[in-house]
């Protein structure tokens, strides 16, 4: 499941291409960016990691842009919780998020799978629901993190 960041960006393009997407220089350095924290990473700190092409520095607008555009075509997924953005681990494949994240450290993995999203749906109270957005977020401590505070 970890796949190295240089594959997530050759998915990505490929995807992009197949689907006729544009992955321009900037939606594209911005999905770098969020491959490489491998930790949900705030707007703000993507707009510092920016560097522009001409000097100067990348209007947040335009950062936040790149970040819907990733976000509507499924390549990264908003943490609402800690308001950052974390690259889908399976991106080009439409799926509810599901994560687990670590109260400590922050580390935050996704889990994939559909299965909570239909049990959910099947369920009476669903029925005739739409869901338009569903998030699971699940919170506590990783296994490193257990361990460390086990050993203090
Ligand atoms: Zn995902
Ligand atoms: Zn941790």
Do not use: W
Not at 1 to 19: G, H, I, K, V, W
Not at 83 to 106: D, M, R, V, W, Y
């Amino acid at each position: 499941m970890s796949s190295s960041a240089e594959q997530m960006l050759a998915r990505a393009e490929a995807l992009a291409a197949e689907r006729g997407l544009a992955l321009t220089p900037l939606r594209r350095q911005v999905y770098e960016l969020v491959v490489r924290a491998r930790k949900p990473i705030g707007a703000y700190d993507l707009i510092d990691a920016i560097k522009p092409q001409r000097g100067g520095r990348v209007p947040p607008t335009t950062v936040y842009r790149a970040l819907d555009f990733l976000v509507e075509h499924g390549f990264v997924h908003r943490i609402a919780s800690k308001n950052a953005f974390l690259a889908c681990c399976e991106a080009g494949k439409p799926h509810a998020g599901q994560f687990l994240i670590c109260e400590e450290c922050g580390a935050t993995l996704e889990i994939p799978g559909d299965e909570l999203a239909s049990t959910l749906s099947a369920s009476p109270p669903a029925h005739g629901f739409e869901v338009r957005h569903q998030v699971v977020e699940l919170s506590g401590l990783c296994s490193d993190c257990q361990q460390r505070l086990r050993n203090t």
